[in-house]
Every structure is written in structure tokens, then in C-alpha cells.
């Protein structure tokens, strides 16, 4: 089925560590997006990418790293976790780098970091 | 910073009652989505609006967009119990840039 898969589905880690948040998407979607979704903030943008190679920062980049070698993949590193990346991250794709295509999302990565 | 904010903060209502949410923004736009996330759930895009329309209908949501006030609203008619989720709207910037702005929502709670 066409859609888009985040992994893993729930983390627990410790400050310092590395960690790699993992999303890929079936439907050859140009744009990949990652968000981070805190109580009382929405969603805010962390990265996107709109095309293979090619990324930029969102809203709240500092602390994160991306990359994007094939279309389908594009996973998020928090190199060195930190209590405030505490949060629900969402990966989502769309056909368009405008605000008139629907940006389709995973169901989150709820990443604890004590 | 957000571009558009949602209002109310929370809102519930009984099964059958009609629920209406209103997302406000600040700078002029192209388009705005309204998007509903069940609990612990991805967001789902619901209707898109462009800033030449003022209303649009997609089976029980209306949407209505009014660029003079700069806001919009989401009206659900004939609410169920599986309509409790939380709704965003989400902007892009009138300028053309590429980023989409979500509000921090409205929780929509419908007590069957």
C-alpha cells in the first residue's frame, strides 16, 4: 500500500546519545518534511527537502541533521539528544513545494529522552 | 511563530450538534488546509481552500475563508463521536515561500 512509515513508532534514550528517526514514502513524492509537534506549539517545521540531495532548514533546525540520498527516505539524527527534543516527530511528503498540495503524514515517533 | 491559530482551544459538543472552528491568520496567503489528528495519529488532510474561494463543502465539513478578516472556518455538521480529533489549519506565506504553517489546534471532543 502507498503511504508513508515512520520508524521507530516509540524511542527512549538517554541526553548525548545519537539518534536516527527513520520515515519513507511510497508515492515518489518530491517534498519530504520533518516536524516536531509540542503541547501548546502546533507543528514546527524542522527540515524538508525537496528533492534528493537537496535540504533546507525549517523553523527549529539547530540540533538535527538530515539527509536525503534516494526520494523514498528521509531520516532525521538528533547527534546529540537533549531533554528539550523531547516530543512527537512527524515526517510527511507532498507533490508540491506550494501550499496547494495536501502534505501527507506517518503517524509520529513519540522519542523520550531522559 | 505561528501563522495561523486556531479558536477555540477546545471545544465539546453532544453527538448530532453541528461544531464550528476558526483559524485566524496574519499575513496574506495562497491557500489554507484544515487537517484532523486522531490521538496518536499522523495528521489527515481534510479540504483545501485557495484565497480566490470563499467556500467549500466536502460531504459533512464546510469551510468557509474570508482574506479580508484573514481567518477561515471549519463547520462540521451533524457531529459523531468519531469526528473527536483535534483540527489544524495550516497556511502557506502569500509570497510564494514554501512553508506551510500549522496552528496548535482545536481538540474537538463529541460525546456520543
Same mark, same amino acid.
Not at chain 1, 62 to 90: H, I, M, W
Not at chain 1, 91 to 100: F, W
Given at each position: 500500500?502507498?503511504?508513508?512509515?515512520?520508524?521507530?513508532?516509540?524511542?527512549i534514550?538517554?541526553t548525548?546519545?545519537?539518534?536516527?528517526?527513520?520515515?519513507? !514514502?511510497? =508515492?515518489?513524492?518530491? #517534498?519530504?518534511? =520533518?516536524?516536531?509537534?509540542?503541547?501548546?506549539?502546533?507543528?514546527?517545521?524542522? #527540515?524538508y527537502?525537496?528533492?534528493?540531495?537537496?535540504?533546507?532548514?525549517?523553523?527549529?533546525?539547530?540540533?538535527?541533521?538530515?539527509?536525503r540520498?534516494?526520494?523514498?527516505? &528521509?531520516?532525521?539524527?538528533?547527534?546529540?539528544?537533549?531533554?528539550? !527534543?523531547?516530543?512527537v516527530?512527524?515526517?510527511? %511528503?507532498?507533490?508540491?513545494?506550494?501550499?496547494?498540495?495536501?502534505?501527507?503524514?506517518?503517524?509520529?515517533?513519540?522519542?523520550?529522552?531522559? | 511563530?505561528?501563522?495561523?491559530?486556531?479558536?477555540?482551544?477546545?471545544?465539546?459538543? !453532544?453527538?448530532?450538534?453541528n461544531?464550528?472552528?476558526?483559524? %485566524?491568520?496574519?499575513?496574506?496567503i495562497?491557500?489554507?488546509?484544515?487537517y /484532523? !489528528?486522531? %490521538?496518536? /495519529?499522523? @495528521?489527515?488532510? @481534510?479540504?483545501?481552500? /485557495?484565497?480566490?474561494?470563499?467556500?467549500?463543502?466536502?460531504?459533512?465539513?464546510?469551510?468557509?475563508?474570508?482574506?479580508?478578516?484573514?481567518?477561515?472556518?471549519l463547520?462540521?455538521?451533524?457531529?459523531?463521536?468519531?469526528?473527536?480529533? %483535534? #483540527?489544524?489549519?495550516?497556511?502557506?506565506e502569500?509570497?510564494?515561500? &514554501?512553508?506551510?504553517i &500549522?496552528?496548535a489546534?482545536?481538540?474537538? &471532543?463529541?460525546?456520543?
Amino acid at each position: 500500500d502507498a503511504g508513508i512509515t515512520q520508524s521507530p513508532r516509540y524511542k527512549i534514550t538517554e541526553t548525548g546519545r545519537q539518534v536516527t528517526l527513520m520515515c519513507h !514514502q511510497t =508515492w515518489s513524492h518530491s #517534498y519530504m518534511f =520533518w516536524y516536531r509537534q509540542d503541547l501548546g506549539h502546533g507543528l514546527r517545521l524542522i #527540515y524538508y527537502s525537496a528533492a534528493a540531495d537537496i535540504t533546507d532548514k525549517g523553523e527549529v533546525p539547530d540540533g538535527y541533521v538530515v539527509s536525503r540520498s534516494k526520494t523514498e527516505n &528521509f531520516p532525521l539524527t538528533l547527534e546529540s539528544a537533549t531533554r528539550s !527534543q523531547t516530543s512527537v516527530y512527524f515526517c510527511a %511528503s507532498s507533490d508540491s513545494r506550494l501550499g496547494n498540495q495536501p502534505q501527507h503524514f506517518g503517524d509520529g515517533t513519540r522519542l523520550s529522552i531522559l | 511563530s505561528q501563522q495561523g491559530e486556531e479558536d477555540p482551544q477546545a471545544l465539546s459538543i !453532544q453527538e448530532g450538534e453541528n461544531a464550528t472552528m476558526n483559524c %485566524s491568520y496574519k499575513t496574506s496567503i495562497n491557500n489554507l488546509q484544515w487537517y /484532523r !489528528q486522531n %490521538s496518536g /495519529r499522523g @495528521l489527515v488532510h @481534510l479540504i483545501l481552500i /485557495r484565497s480566490n474561494e470563499r467556500e467549500k463543502h466536502s460531504g459533512r465539513l464546510r469551510v468557509t475563508l474570508d482574506t479580508s478578516k484573514k481567518s477561515s472556518s471549519l463547520l462540521i455538521t451533524a457531529s459523531r463521536a468519531a469526528d473527536t480529533a %483535534s #483540527y489544524f489549519c495550516a497556511t502557506d506565506e502569500g509570497t510564494g515561500g &514554501f512553508k506551510t504553517i &500549522f496552528g496548535a489546534g482545536t481538540r474537538l &471532543f463529541v460525546k456520543a
